[in-house]
């Protein structure tokens, strides 16, 4: 099978402020903003100490846990950086120093993080590959106290499909959209199931089924669709995905809705595409 395109997954991935008062010390060396930046007000004393302190790199590769990469209360990180090369979790795109080390600080960037985290992953503009997870995080504890403002944006691959824990990689994720896009595709060993969260399998070996490039969308919602509907939505929208296979005809092509739990902010569901094959058969590996 011949790659495909990336599927883009936007709105499902992750954006965190990652807490922690443990000690951490920062060699980095400053850096300026790699996206257009708001423009919070700071005073001149939040100026002067921003210019005495050192910025995160990008580029950077960190190991942490992988249940605290996700995990929503976590936002002050004090994991160590580690090469790239070496295992890893997280991985810097983007950093945006504040006017002081707040959540809410931190929350003006949180759309300019994900366009470059994007950016960053070599994918298309404002969107992001399908389990590559947006993370933003501030100093640590100790750094905040030494007067250390800014916002890290990371991106990292998840490892199950509700987002609840990181996959450890080795290597890089800069441009792997065109790279290694195998790399950054959904792909199950099992039926989907969007009521639980499903352990995502490596593509490039054989597997069960395997996201398409739509992600299903249903905007402005006043409740949670019928069955009716979303059947109906999900042939519709994923009618194109089926019909661009070479081999459509040994194919076919569920669609699978969030249930109610996971709406985003009450009235947008969302959906992906699984292909897989009608003998039941596993798809081949992806190169």
């Known amino acids: 099978m011949m790659p495909r395109p990336v599927h883009m997954l936007a ?15 920062d060699t980095s060396t400053p850096q300026a903003s790699t996206s257009p930046a708001p423009s919070p007000t700071t005073d001149a004393t939040a100026a002067e100490t921003q210019r005495a302190v050192a910025l995160p790199e990008v580029g950077q ?23 790239c090369s070496a295992q890893h979790v997280t991985e810097t795109a983007a950093v945006y120093p504040l006017h002081e080390a ?6 003006e960037y949180a759309g300019l993080c994900e366009t470059a985290a994007n950016a960053y992953a070599g994918g298309v503009f404002g969107e992001v590959p399908s389990f590559m997870g947006i993370f933003m995080f501030l100093p640590s504890q100790r750094q905040v106290d030494q007067g250390h403002a800014w916002a890290r944006c990371d991106v990292s691959m998840v490892a199950d499909t509700h987002f609840t824990r990181a ?7 800069k441009d792997a959209v065109d790279r290694d896009p195998a790399a950054l595709w959904g792909c199950l060993d099992e039926m989907p199931d969007a009521a639980r969260s499903q352990p995502l399998v490596s593509c490039k070996e054989p597997h069960l089924t395997e996201l398409t ?22 042939e519709s929208q994923c009618a194109d995905d089926l019909a661009a296979q070479p081999n459509a005809d040994q194919l076919r092509i569920e669609p699978h809705w969030d249930i109610e739990e996971r709406m985003i902010d009450g009235d947008t569901l969302l959906g992906g595409c699984w292909l897989m094959r009608k003998d039941g058969k596993p798809m081949p590996a992806m190169q």
């Not at 707040?102 to 929350?107: C, L, Q, S």
């Open 11 to 25: 709105a499902t991935s992750v954006v965190l402020l990652a807490l922690s008062s443990c000690d951490a010390t």
């Open 61 to 83: 590769c960190r190991m942490m846990s992988p249940k605290k990469v996700a995990d929503p209360e976590y936002f002050l990180d004090d994991s160590p950086v580690v090469p």
């Open 102 to 107: 707040t959540v809410e600080a931190a929350t």
């Open 167 to 173: 996959n450890p990689t080795t290597g890089s994720l």
């Open 213 to 234: 490039v739509t992600l299903m969308r249903l905007d402005r919602l006043e409740r949670y669709p019928s069955a009716k509907v979303l059947a109906r939505e999900g």
